[in-house]
């Protein structure tokens, strides 16, 4: 029997649970269970890892994306760059960390969108969900610029200095923050919609509820909206790949 399971704390909630649970009960794929690994301390990761032998890989969730990766053998390019793991191969005793929150974005983009070489972005936010995207739109080829609420003049666009010029310049616009999220859901982040039309898409990583306020005022302005949970299943199934490979 091979084992994978999602570690994080708290994870009671799980969506990698029911997505597998539910794959492979659909695809009939037999000798794999899913499993939910709280952990509260990532000190107790190496523990875990003894203690459950039949481990070939795990999903990484809140707060050990980042603090599992000195535990880890090895770092896949992607997964450095970015600076966070969300899946983890683990082979002949040897732990690999992937990042496919980046992948599970790009394919999504790509399914959309279709030609993306006449398009440039804004991505609203710079925490860790950001730096995924920021590297699926380095992969393909879409010049980006960061807003933030402290923004730099250079580098940086702060939400105040967002105008009609930048907002026409720049037609897919991504939220990578929680803005919006369940229970917050009438939030949204502060940009002037009013200069949004039919040319622009609007991408929200979050995905309860279904339509937030910032997808709701695209939407008010004829842009083209989508949520993420298309890029949830797809991460998913980019972690399923490459525990198997």
């Known amino acids: 029997m ?3 399971g999602l570690i994080g704390y708290p994870i009671s909630h799980s969506f990698s649970k029911k997505y597998f649970q539910g794959k492979f009960e659909n695809e009939n ?5 899913y499993d939910l690994y709280p952990l509260e301390k990532i000190e107790d990761f190496p523990l875990l890892l003894q203690k459950n032998p039949q481990l070939v890989g795990l999903n990484v969730t809140i707060p050990h994306k980042q603090n599992v990766i000195p535990y880890l053998d090895e ?4 997964a450095q760059k970015i600076g966070a793991v969300n899946t983890i191969k683990i082979e002949n005793g040897k732990t690999k960390g992937y990042n496919t929150d980046y992948i599970g974005f790009m394919d ?14 804004l991505i609203l936010g710079t925490g860790g969900a950001s730096k995924a995207v920021q590297v699926a739109l380095e992969t393909l080829k879409i010049p980006f610029r960061l807003v933030s ?16 010029r930048i ?13 919006g999220m369940y229970p917050n859901v009438e939030d949204f982040p502060k940009i002037p919609y009013q200069y949004l039309n039919q040319e622009h898409f609007l991408y929200d990583l979050v995905y309860n509820p279904e339509e937030t306020m910032f997808l709701k005022k695209g ?7 989508k949520n993420g949970l298309e890029m949830l299943y797809l991460q998913a199934e980019a972690a399923w790949n490459i525990w198997n490979k």
């Open 108 to 121: 999504s983009i790509k399914i959309w969108i279709g030609d993306t070489t006449k398009i440039e972005a």
């Open 2 to 4: 091979y084992r994978l």
């Open 29 to 33: 794929v037999k000798n794999y269970e």
């Open 75 to 78: 770092m896949d390019d992607f």
């Open 149 to 164: 609420r402290n923004g730099d003049e250079e580098n940086i666009l702060r939400y105040d200095s967002l105008n009609e």
């Open 219 to 225: 939407e008010e302005q004829k842009a083209k909206t």
């Open 167 to 179: 907002i026409k310049e720049h037609q897919l616009i991504i939220n990578t923050t929680p803005i």
